[in-house]
C-alpha cells in the first residue's frame, strides 16, 4: 500500500470511528433517538476488524469515545455560564480522560480476537461492554452516567424488561444489536457479484427479531399495566421546586431558606383542601446551613413548630455533621476545625421532620461524583483534600448506611435518594429490598444552565421506576421536578428555572421484582464469561509462544 493510500485509509478509521462518537452522543438525552446506540458501535467495529496493532485500537478506540464524551457530557464544565473555574477544568478533564476507561473494553476484545478468532470475540463482546460497564459502577472512581442503557430512557415499551436484567439487560440488548449490525454488514461487504451472499436474509430475520423482542415484552406489560384508576395504596406527596440560584444559595441565612419553604409549603397545603398532602419533598440542600447540629437548637424549635403548626411531615434536604469526641477514631478524611482543632466529617443529608415526633432520622449520601463531591478513596488520599470544591458541596463524608423513612400516620415506607446516586441501579434497588414503598429523588440540577445534563438526569430516573417498580418523586430546586410511575410515565413534569408546586396522589408499593430480589445478576455473569474469554485468549497466546519455542528447538 502507498504512502498516499495509508493516509486516505487512516483518515477513513478516524472518520468511522468519529461516527461511533457521534451517534453513541446523538443516542442520548435530551435526543430522543435512542436507536442510534443500537447501531453506533458499528463504524468502530469496522475499524478495530482491520487493525492488527494495539495502540490503534486505543488511538481509534480514543477517537470514537472522546466524541461521545464531548456531544454527552459538554455540560459538566458549567461553560454555559462559565461562574466556577474549578468545574470547567473538572469538566474538560472528564470529557479528556474518562474516555481511557474505554480501552478495557475495546483491549481485551482486541486480545480475543488475535488469539481465539473473530467469531469468539464477537461473541464475547456483549459481555465485556457490560462486564466493563458494571465494574465501573462498583468503586469510588465509578461514573456510570454513560452506561449504553441510559440512551433508551424514551422508549418505554422497549425499556419494560428490566424489571428482570436491571439496566444492563438493555446494554446488553444494544450489544447484541450492534454485534448482529455488524455480522450483516460482513456478509453483504463479502460478496463478489451482485448476488446476496448465503445467510444474509437470517441475519437480516435475526436482527429484526432482537430489535422486536423487548417491545413484544413491554406491549404486554403494558396490556396489564394499570391507567390512570384508582391506586390500592394511595399517598398524597407534595413537592416544592423553589428555583433558588445553586451558586448563591450557600451566602443565604438557612432561617431565611426555610421560611421561604415553609411559605411555599403553607401555600401549596392551602390549594390542595380535597387532595392534602401527606409528606411535602423540599429539594437537595435546600436548608444551606447544619439544622441538625446543637448550635442551631433555637432554629431547629422554630422548624419544628411550623411543622407542627402546618401538619405535614417534610422531607427536606441538608447538610449534616458530627464531632468525634476521640479524634483518634476519625477517619483520615476527616476535617479538623481551625478554632479547636477538633475533627468532624460533614454529610449531604435528607432528613425527615414528622409533626409531633422528636426523633429526626436523617441520611446521608452514599455515592458521590468523583471529585466534585468526594476525592475518590478520600481516607487513602487524605493529602489530596485541597482539591475540595468550594461551592458548598465538596468534601462530603460517605453516609453510615441506607436509611428508609416511615411516616407515622400512613405507615408508608420511602427512600430517599440524593442527586447523583439515581444513576446506580443497584444501590437504588437495595433501597426496595429493605422495604421502601416510593422513592422520593431530591436534587439541585440547576447547575449547568439549559444544558443536556438536567434533561438526562431526570430521564435517567425512568429506569429506577422501571427496573423496580416503584413511584418516584423527584423534586429539584430549579427543575427538573415531576412524578414518575412504575412504568417510567412521567407527571406533571415542570420547567427549568421556575418556581412550582406539585402535589399528587402516588401508590406504595410492596411486591418486588425479579432485579430487585436479585440485584445486577446479569452483571456479574458478564464479569464472569469476560473474565473466562480474556484467560482463555491469554491461555491461546502463551501456548502458541510455547509451541513456536519447541518448534524452533526442534
Given at each position: 500500500?502507498?504512502?498516499?493510500?495509508?493516509?486516505?485509509?487512516?483518515?477513513?478509521?478516524?472518520?468511522?470511528?468519529?461516527?461511533?462518537?457521534?451517534?453513541?452522543?446523538?443516542?442520548?438525552?435530551?435526543?430522543?433517538f435512542?436507536?442510534?446506540?443500537?447501531?453506533?458501535?458499528?463504524?468502530?467495529?469496522?475499524?478495530?476488524?482491520?487493525?492488527?496493532?494495539?495502540?490503534?485500537?486505543i488511538?481509534?478506540?480514543?477517537?470514537?469515545?472522546?466524541?461521545?464524551h464531548?456531544?454527552?457530557?459538554?455540560?459538566?464544565?458549567?461553560?454555559?455560564?462559565?461562574?466556577?473555574?474549578?468545574?470547567?477544568?473538572?469538566?474538560?478533564?472528564?470529557?479528556?480522560?474518562?474516555?481511557?476507561?474505554?480501552?478495557?473494553p475495546?483491549?481485551?476484545?482486541?486480545?480475543?480476537?488475535?488469539?481465539?478468532?473473530?467469531?469468539?470475540?464477537?461473541?464475547?463482546?456483549?459481555?465485556?461492554?457490560?462486564?466493563?460497564?458494571?465494574?465501573?459502577?462498583?468503586?469510588?472512581?465509578?461514573?456510570?452516567?454513560?452506561?449504553?442503557?441510559?440512551?433508551?430512557?424514551?422508549?418505554?415499551?422497549?425499556i419494560?424488561?428490566?424489571?428482570?436484567?436491571?439496566?444492563?439487560?438493555l446494554?446488553?440488548?444494544?450489544?447484541?444489536?450492534?454485534?448482529?449490525?455488524?455480522?450483516?454488514y460482513?456478509?453483504?461487504?463479502e460478496?463478489?457479484?451482485?448476488?446476496?451472499?448465503?445467510?444474509?436474509?437470517?441475519?437480516?430475520?435475526?436482527?429484526?427479531?432482537?430489535?422486536?423482542?423487548?417491545?413484544?415484552?413491554?406491549?404486554?406489560?403494558?396490556?396489564?399495566?394499570?391507567?390512570?384508576?384508582?391506586?390500592?395504596?394511595?399517598l398524597?406527596?407534595?413537592?416544592?421546586?423553589?428555583?433558588?440560584?445553586?451558586?448563591?444559595?450557600?451566602?443565604?441565612?438557612g432561617?431565611?431558606?426555610?421560611?421561604?419553604?415553609?411559605?411555599?409549603t403553607?401555600s401549596?397545603?392551602?390549594?390542595?383542601?380535597?387532595?392534602?398532602?401527606?409528606?411535602?419533598?423540599?429539594?437537595?440542600?435546600?436548608?444551606?446551613?447544619?439544622?441538625?447540629?446543637?448550635?442551631?437548637?433555637?432554629?431547629?424549635?422554630?422548624?419544628?413548630?411550623?411543622?407542627?403548626?402546618?401538619?405535614?411531615?417534610?422531607?427536606?434536604?441538608?447538610?449534616?455533621a458530627?464531632?468525634?469526641?476521640d479524634?483518634?477514631?476519625?477517619?483520615?478524611?476527616?476535617?479538623?476545625?481551625?478554632?479547636?482543632?477538633?475533627?468532624?466529617?460533614?454529610?449531604?443529608a435528607?432528613?425527615f421532620?414528622?409533626?409531633g415526633?422528636?426523633?429526626?432520622?436523617?441520611?446521608?449520601?452514599?455515592?458521590?461524583?468523583?471529585f466534585?463531591?468526594?476525592?475518590?478513596?478520600?481516607?487513602?488520599?487524605?493529602?489530596?483534600?485541597f482539591?475540595?470544591?468550594g461551592?458548598?458541596?465538596?468534601?462530603?463524608?460517605?453516609?453510615?448506611?441506607?436509611?428508609?423513612?416511615?411516616?407515622?400516620?400512613?405507615?408508608?415506607?420511602?427512600?430517599?435518594?440524593?442527586?447523583?446516586?439515581?444513576?446506580?441501579?443497584?444501590?437504588?434497588?437495595s433501597f426496595?429490598?429493605?422495604?421502601?414503598?416510593f422513592?422520593?429523588?431530591i436534587?439541585?440540577?440547576?447547575?449547568?444552565?439549559?444544558?443536556?445534563?438536567?434533561?438526562?438526569h431526570?430521564?435517567?430516573?425512568?429506569f429506577?421506576?422501571?427496573?423496580?417498580r416503584r413511584w418516584?418523586?423527584?423534586?429539584?430546586?430549579g427543575g427538573?421536578?415531576?412524578?414518575?410511575?412504575?412504568?417510567?410515565?412521567?407527571?406533571?413534569?415542570?420547567?427549568?428555572?421556575?418556581?412550582?408546586?406539585?402535589?399528587?396522589?402516588?401508590?406504595?408499593?410492596?411486591?418486588?421484582?425479579?432485579?430487585?430480589?436479585?440485584?445486577d445478576?446479569l452483571?456479574?455473569l458478564?464479569?464472569?464469561?469476560?473474565?473466562?474469554?480474556?484467560?482463555?485468549?491469554?491461555?491461546?497466546?502463551?501456548?502458541?509462544?510455547?509451541?513456536?519455542h519447541?518448534?524452533?528447538?526442534?
Amino acid at each position: 500500500m502507498s504512502g498516499s493510500d495509508l493516509r486516505r485509509l487512516n483518515r477513513l478509521r478516524y472518520a468511522f470511528a468519529a461516527l461511533s462518537g457521534l451517534m453513541l452522543g446523538a443516542s442520548f438525552p435530551p435526543s430522543q433517538f435512542g436507536i442510534l446506540a443500537c447501531f453506533g458501535l458499528i463504524p468502530l467495529l469496522i475499524v478495530l476488524s482491520g487493525v492488527e496493532r494495539y495502540r490503534d485500537v486505543i488511538k481509534y478506540g480514543y477517537v470514537a469515545m472522546l466524541v461521545f464524551h464531548i456531544i454527552t457530557l459538554n455540560w459538566t464544565g458549567g461553560y454555559a455560564h462559565a461562574k466556577d473555574p474549578y468545574m470547567m477544568i473538572a469538566g474538560g478533564l472528564t470529557m479528556l480522560l474518562h474516555p481511557a476507561f474505554y480501552f478495557i473494553p475495546l483491549c481485551a476484545y482486541h486480545l480475543i480476537r488475535r488469539h481465539l478468532g473473530n467469531g469468539t470475540a464477537l461473541s464475547a463482546f456483549p459481555f465485556l461492554w457490560v462486564g466493563y460497564e458494571y465494574f465501573h459502577s462498583l468503586s469510588e472512581w465509578s461514573f456510570p452516567w454513560l452506561t449504553i442503557g441510559n440512551s433508551q430512557s424514551y422508549d418505554l415499551t422497549r425499556i419494560q424488561f428490566i424489571e428482570l436484567t436491571g439496566i444492563w439487560g438493555l446494554s446488553f440488548w444494544i450489544l447484541l444489536m450492534n454485534v448482529a449490525g455488524f455480522v450483516l454488514y460482513t456478509s453483504l461487504a463479502e460478496r463478489t457479484d451482485r448476488r446476496i451472499p448465503p445467510g444474509v436474509y437470517a441475519r437480516l430475520a435475526i436482527l429484526l427479531a432482537l430489535y422486536m423482542l423487548p417491545a413484544a415484552y413491554g406491549t404486554a406489560v403494558f396490556s396489564r399495566a394499570p391507567s390512570h384508576g384508582p391506586i390500592l395504596k394511595p399517598l398524597n406527596v407534595g413537592m416544592i421546586q423553589a428555583n433558588v440560584d445553586p451558586w448563591d444559595k450557600w451566602q443565604t441565612d438557612g432561617r431565611a431558606a426555610s421560611a421561604r419553604y415553609f411559605s411555599m409549603t403553607e401555600s401549596l397545603i392551602a390549594a390542595h383542601p380535597d387532595n392534602r398532602p401527606q409528606i411535602v419533598l423540599w429539594p437537595e440542600t435546600a436548608m444551606p446551613d447544619y439544622l441538625l447540629i446543637p448550635a442551631n437548637g433555637d432554629w431547629l424549635v422554630s422548624v419544628r413548630k411550623n411543622v407542627d403548626r402546618l401538619g405535614v411531615p417534610i422531607l427536606t434536604g441538608l447538610p449534616q455533621a458530627i464531632r468525634y469526641a476521640d479524634s483518634t477514631k476519625a477517619p483520615p478524611s476527616a476535617r479538623r476545625s481551625k478554632l479547636t482543632g477538633e475533627r468532624y466529617d460533614t454529610f449531604n443529608a435528607a432528613a425527615f421532620i414528622q409533626p409531633g415526633i422528636q426523633e429526626i432520622p436523617w441520611y446521608g449520601k452514599m455515592k458521590f461524583v468523583p471529585f466534585a463531591e468526594r476525592i475518590p478513596y478520600a481516607d487513602m488520599f487524605a493529602f489530596l483534600d485541597f482539591m475540595r470544591w468550594g461551592v458548598g458541596i465538596g468534601g462530603w463524608q460517605i453516609g453510615p448506611d441506607t436509611t428508609i423513612f416511615a411516616e407515622q400516620k400512613t405507615g408508608a415506607r420511602f427512600a430517599s435518594i440524593i442527586c447523583y446516586e439515581s444513576v446506580y441501579p443497584g444501590f437504588v434497588a437495595s433501597f426496595v429490598r429493605k422495604g421502601a414503598q416510593f422513592i422520593a429523588l431530591i436534587t439541585i440540577d440547576s447547575w449547568w444552565d439549559r444544558m443536556s445534563g438536567a434533561f438526562q438526569h431526570v430521564q435517567f430516573a425512568v429506569f429506577r421506576a422501571v427496573e423496580n417498580r416503584r413511584w418516584i418523586a423527584r423534586c429539584a430546586v430549579g427543575g427538573v421536578s415531576c412524578y414518575i410511575d412504575p412504568y417510567g410515565r412521567q407527571y406533571d413534569r415542570t420547567e427549568l428555572f421556575t418556581q412550582a408546586a406539585l402535589c399528587r396522589t402516588i401508590g406504595l408499593e410492596d411486591e418486588m421484582t425479579p432485579y430487585t430480589r436479585h440485584g445486577d445478576w446479569l452483571g456479574d455473569l458478564s464479569l464472569f464469561i469476560a473474565g473466562i474469554a480474556i484467560a482463555a485468549a491469554i491461555g491461546q497466546k502463551f501456548f502458541s509462544k510455547k509451541r513456536e519455542h519447541l518448534w524452533q528447538s526442534d
